[in-house]
């Protein structure tokens, strides 16, 4: 059974029935919100360890009616990986990276689609459409297609390579747009009417956050109970953020928590694209549009968000912040993590190292604090970012010809001879 009570506008609180397909209020999001104090008298927090170790654990947590229409590829829990040598070059002692690479279509898009499309075929509908900045367009196509729903993908013509070969080779109806995420946002709202689509844009319908709020929720199972000080997370439209805040504040109400203190919840954008760190540093709610956005991290390539005070609110209510790394640092510090834990970082996580380079740098953060950075993505969806020049080497084999150090720069000691 469900638990869901209503859905409630963010932006003023309105109620609205959770029975049918809704998506915004006044143009802003909605919550799903539940009867908590429901939950807290049937729900056993022992139970989880005989459950599937997968986002679907929280069944208490979730908005679906019935388990036998849950629309899954397989989404296991993800790896909460303790990383020391990355905390060491970063000057930290008590680093943990919440790795969503091996979900599946390759990023943590799976959990927010893998709920949307589950809720949206139990409401009747059939027909999705999304504008993307790359992942969620290939998640949105699989589930889909595993649903037997009818997707149509909107993205940049520049989109990564990888995600344009997801959306197509998953039978969704795919078009390039020239020009940016926000163009292809119009064109999905435009179609509504002519065209009969729901929109299952970031925060344009309610229960992307609730698949993305059970990163936080895994989190805190995987930690005994007790997080973090501080969790930085790469920000486009802030799903993430919002829904991992929102867990928490479930949970705390349940009971589950060992101790409610919740994290520093940091914002992380790439400075070619920072509407929410420029919003934060003016003292503003609102984001305004970003200028000219460009980009590495085509995830963060997110000029306007429609939740922008959503992220705003959770990053001030938590004590956190709002920052951007410079460009030229997202890609090195992706490869410098990759090849100092074998973790597969995209250019967004990047963006996450390199702002948490600054704020141990000036002291915004104590090294001896417990710090969560999340992967979003796996590093190879983004061929054209993460190339690198790789020498040939012939047969037989010139041994004094090869060198002692990797493409990194880095020594890796002797070559060994035959």
Sequence with gaps: MSFVTHLEAAIDGTELPHDEPQTMHAGRPLWVRYDLAAVAAVADRDALAV????????????????????????????????????GAALGVHDLWVKDESGLPTGSFKARGLAMAVTRARELGVTRLAIPTAGNAGGALAAYAARGRLEAWIFMPADTPVVNKAEAANHG?????????????????????EPMGWFDVSTLKEPYRIEGKKTMGLELAEQLDWRLPDVVLYPTGGGTGLIGMWKAFAELDAIGWLEDPARPRMISCQAAG?????????????????FPDPATSASGLRVPSAVGDFMILD?????????????????????????????ISFCPEAGAALAVLEDMVRDGSVDPNERIVVYNTGAAQKYVEVIELPLETVGTPIDWSALGAASVLGEHVGEPRPP
């Design 172 to 192: 969704a109806h795919a078009y390039l747009v020239d020009g940016l995420i926000t163009d292809c946002g119009a064109i999905v709202r435009d179609g509504i």
């Design 51 to 86: 459950r599937t170790p997968s986002m679907w654990r929280y069944r208490e947590l979730l908005p679906i009616e019935d388990e036998a229409n849950v629309v899954s590829l397989g989404e296991q829990m993800t790896p909460l990986l303790r990383c020391d040598r990355l």
């Design 314 to 342: 959770a990053v001030r209510e938590s004590g956190g912040e709002a920052r951007a790394a410079e460009e030229s640092r997202l890609v090195g510090w992706a490869r410098r993590g990759a090849a100092l834990e074998g």
């Design 273 to 289: 694209c920072a509407p929410i760190a420029t919003a934060w540093a003016a003292g503003s709610r609102f984001a305004e549009p």
